[in-house]
């Protein structure tokens, strides 16, 4: 069953909605949406680079971060990690607008946290040049050891006023842009979210770039257009790029032949399916689940750009 665009964070605790996921190229802890998987979600994200370079893509924009950078992602923004160097690791902090309000319609959600989420800006990179952006990835830094830790009394207090203040600092020394996302910018998101969930949904059959376009009630011009400007290639290109994740997926849990798997996710021909799993992984079908089943392969194998 292929998974919706639109995250549903599953927190551990529902009276605490805050969650730290530890990414790696293979897995995340615990398991969310991870590396190589476009999606989106309600809640605010910032996302720290712990070993290793990390490419993101937001928006169709490529943000590169090394070692120790961070990115705030606002809600409700196209997102995936698309590149991370084989030793690579990254933590994502997720949680929603409300914990920064402190509660409903108080003058800290109607001045400090509305006119920043519910505006146009997309992302934010926090280097680390700055003395602020320093402190910011420190204490960063220091949530992920509350994390990781054995939770002690009072945790989830400390995590919220570490966020509260982390906020806070950012706000204070960044120019968000607090008008309104236009009207048109939120159509066309909302329009491509239609038509990659279509994708999604129907990866497995036969597809036409024009089902895709009436999808959003779009011309075929213009949803190529608007795959171009955010995901950064064809319709196609993104519907081969997602047959070929979620044959990653049966090669490593399912015991179907090679054959077999290329049927499952939508390719009519087996070397169809071979070569361009070839093109996208950097190796066969069959190398991918050898190594994935913990056979040693060279060390120029990179299983996943």
Not at 51 to 69: A, M, R, S, Y
Not at 166 to 171: G, H, N, Y
């Amino acid at each position: 069953m292929a998974k919706p665009l639109h995250e549903t964070i599953a927190y551990p605790d529902l009276s605490f909605p805050y969650i730290m996921y530890t990414h790696t190229r293979y897995a995340s802890i615990p398991e969310g949406r991870g590396f190589n998987d476009l999606h989106w979600h309600q809640e605010l994200q910032i996302t720290l680079v712990t070993k290793g370079t990390l490419v993101i893509q937001v928006n169709g924009i490529d943000h590169e971060l090394k070692t120790g950078q961070a990115i705030l992602i606002n809600k409700g923004i196209l997102h995936v990690a698309t590149q991370l160097s084989h030793d690579g690791e990254y933590v994502s902090f997720n949680f929603p607008e409300k914990l920064l309000a402190f509660h409903a319609e108080s003058t800290m959600e109607e001045n400090y946290v509305l006119p920043y989420t519910r505006s146009s800006f997309v992302s934010i990179v926090i280097p680390g040049y700055t003395d602020w952006e320093k402190q910011v990835l420190d204490m960063l830094g220091d949530m992920r050891k509350v994390f990781n830790m054995k939770k002690r009394w009072g945790w989830e207090y400390e995590i919220s006023i570490k966020t509260v203040q982390l906020w806070f600092i950012l706000i204070s020394n960044l120019s968000l842009p607090q008008e309104e996302a236009p009207k048109h910018a939120k159509r066309q998101q909302e329009r491509l979210q239609l038509m990659l969930s279509f994708i999604h949904q129907h990866y497995s059959s036969p597809i036409k770039l024009q089902e895709i376009a009436d999808s959003a009630h779009l011309s075929i011009s213009e949803c190529t257009r608007s795959f171009k400007k955010t995901v950064r290639m064809t319709p196609y290109e993104y519907l081969i790029k997602y047959r070929i994740r979620k044959s990653c997926e049966l090669l490593i849990t399912a015991d179907d032949t090679i054959t077999e798997i290329a049927r499952k996710v939508g390719f009519n021909h087996v070397n169809h399916f071979i070569q361009s799993f070839k093109k996208d992984q950097g190796t066969t079908p069959t190398g991918f689940r050898k190594f994935r089943s913990g056979q040693r392969l060279g060390p120029e194998f990179s299983p996943l750009p």
